[in-house]
């Protein structure tokens, strides 16, 4: 039957139209919740789609078609749907989304391929998805290992598919190390006490770090101490006394106070009398 309807070939009239958006019609496009987005809007404003009169994909000339660009029809308040080369040679509208549309749909198809790829590598050692799942765990938290090499080892999964499996093994030993000095810490944290506070406390411990700080009078070196009594404080290493990580000193602080966020570690100020014992 010869078409008679507004959007036929014959009666269209391209300034009764106007551009709203575009979308991937493909089932694995990542545009659903974009299109709703946008649509839920014009839908409120009492927009609807009118009937298409083509029994096609394309109002306009009835061709199936993935990449959809949807119309406001002015004079009928209604929106319709077209396809890029009607768009383009009828409308002469919006070609540029067309070439965005085409682009994510090509990023897609390669993290598909990608993903599929890596869980094919998976699926032949299981050492391998407990690696990545575990580093990609710290990644996220913002602890990507020494020189960065946990990102890399993600970086190059997903980016890749797969990777050496030295490097999958190096993770798991990274993983390893980790865990048993996770557990040491705990355990440290487990048996450390509350600080002793106050004015000209004694302080008899192991030297746990010695570190240069800058500040606005050039620098001065800061010390980690552990008491015997069970409990750390942070201050600056007494100028007079070079002392180095694991060895014993003692020395007396013109004041501990305790850390607001953690009882048993403490800050030390004034230090004086202090020796290598």
Request: hydrophobic share 35%; proline share 3%.
């Amino acid at each position: 039957m010869t078409r008679t309807d507004v959007h036929s070939p014959t009666n269209l009239v391209t300034e009764d139209y106007e551009y709203a958006y575009s979308y991937d019609a493909h089932p694995d496009s990542m545009d659903a919740m974009y299109v709703q987005a946008i649509l839920n809007p014009l839908l409120e404003e009492g927009w609807r789609f009118g009937e298409n009169p083509s029994n096609g994909g394309c109002y306009h000339c009835g061709a199936h078609i993935r990449y959809i660009a949807v119309l406001k029809h002015i004079p009928t308040h209604t929106l319709i749907k077209v396809g890029e080369t009607c768009l383009d040679n009828r409308f002469a509208l919006a070609t540029a989304d067309f070439h965005k549309l085409r682009k994510q749909a090509k990023l897609d198809r390669e993290r598909q391929r990608i993903k599929n790829g890596r869980l094919e590598w998976f699926a032949i050692n299981p050492d391998r998805e407990i690696a990545f799942a575990w580093a990609s765990d710290r990644v996220a938290a913002g602890d990507f290992g020494y020189e960065g090499m946990r990102h890399n080892f993600v970086h190059k999964i997903n980016r890749y598919g797969s990777t050496s499996d030295k490097f999958v093994s190096a993770i798991l030993r990274d993983m390893v190390r980790t865990k048993r000095r996770e557990n040491e810490r705990e355990a440290e944290k487990a048996e450390l006490k509350p600080v002793v506070e106050g004015k000209g406390i004694i302080i008899d411990g192991e030297v746990l770090s010695v570190k240069w700080q800058e500040n606005a009078y050039g620098g001065r070196f800061v010390t980690t101490v552990k008491d015997d009594r069970g409990f750390i404080v942070w201050g600056s290493r007494p100028s007079k006394l070079a002392w180095e990580k694991g060895e014993r000193v003692r020395f007396k602080a013109g004041e501990v106070t305790k850390s607001d966020r953690d009882e048993t570690f403490g800050f030390f100020k004034r230090p004086t009398s202090a020796e290598v014992i």
